[in-house]
């Protein structure tokens, strides 16, 4: 498929979902989507070409009571020369609300051309387990208390994505999950339906010198009946050593990150989110860590190590 194709492809599904109204809240946010990929794209699964683990924690809106914490952990590999398997875990708090997802994932690739651009095509499927326990938290309708408990409600997920990269290039479309489930609204302190989430991501790799590289990127998250979402990063990879960058979250925060490369097998990365909202007056910032390993052995050890 020409990455032509590809675009109109996802301008229809677009244009699809922006036609539909549901509201619900918003799954999990990243400010460091570029090193948590899998996450959101299922077809992102074991593209690295080696064993990878990562770990990632966000703690939001700190000095608020409720506020969402997130951790999430991913293992991938690839099988053979075109599939990939991987494992998804993630641990989401918000107000009285607690949601655990567990989702294996699967990847299939078609090389393109001569020049190894690879399309890859995957699958997610696991459970969600969703708990509400009113007595958690501060809310602005008292009576919420009173609300009837949920405890470990489980959802079926289903959810699937494509992937297109070449070693400079990236762009994906992706859903989290095709069955809509129960979901906390802090919007209106009630339980509420979710609705379908779309995520597009892109970005590309310039060489700027021998030792520098820039890589702009995007995350676009649509989901139905609420306004865009859209995050665009810059980052500048040193000596294929430490990573700086900053990021724009569309009329919601500005954040700055660092990450190192500790080994060839070890990177840690740090961002802080300040609000560009009224929200700023109640919080101190967000924070967010992540570790991830690579079993990257001497046979394939890489010259120039792929910058997303």
């Known amino acids: 498929m020409k990455p032509i194709r590809i675009y109109l492809l996802l301008a229809a599904v677009i244009f699809i979902c922006h036609i539909q109204e549901l509201h619900a ?47 999430t952990f991913g293992l991938d590999t690839p099988v053979g020369l075109f599939d990939g398997v991987g494992l998804s875990i993630i641990h989401d708090e918000l107000g ?51 609300n009837e408990n949920v405890t470990s409600k489980l959802f079926p997920t289903v959810g699937a994505g494509m992937f297109y990269f070449s070693d400079k290039a990236y762009f994906g479309v992706s ?19 979710e609705a379908f989430h779309l995520y597009i991501i ?13 890589k702009p990127s995007f995350f676009v998250k649509q989901v139905q009946g609420a306004p865009l979402a859209i995050d665009t990063s810059a980052n500048f ?13 569309w009329q919601d925060a500005l954040s700055a990150y660092f990450g190192f490369r500790l080994s060839s097998k070890v990177d840690i990365g740090y961002a802080y989110d300040y609000n560009i909202t009224e929200l700023s007056q109640y919080n101190v910032g967000t924070h967010e860590v992540f ?4 079993l990257i052995t001497n046979e394939k050890k890489l ?3 792929r910058f997303f």
């Open 25 to 71: 809240q918003q799954d999990p946010q990243y400010s460091q989507y570029m090193y948590n990929t899998m996450t959101t794209n299922a077809a992102y699964t074991g593209s690295r070409g080696h064993l990878s683990a990562i770990s990632l924690y966000r703690n939001q809106w700190v000095g608020i009571e409720g506020a969402p914490r997130t951790l």
């Open 96 to 146: 009285p609300s607690t949601e655990t997802y567990f989702d294996g994932n699967y990847t299939h690739s078609l090389v393109l051309n001569r020049k190894g651009h690879r399309l890859s095509f995957g699958l997610k499927a696991g459970v969600r387990f969703f708990s509400l326990d009113w007595s958690r938290g501060r809310f602005r309708e008292p009576e919420a208390i009173f």
């Open 303 to 305: 010259k120039s190590p």
């Open 202 to 214: 892109g970005g590309y790799v310039f060489e700027m010198g021998r030792n520098l590289k820039f």
């Open 237 to 249: 990879l040193m000596y294929n050593v430490l990573t700086l960058g900053t990021n724009y979250r």
């Open 175 to 193: 859903t989290p999950s095709f069955f809509m489930g129960d979901h906390f609204d802090d919007a209106i302190e009630s339980q509420a339906t």
């Open 291 to 294: 570790v991830r390993f690579q």
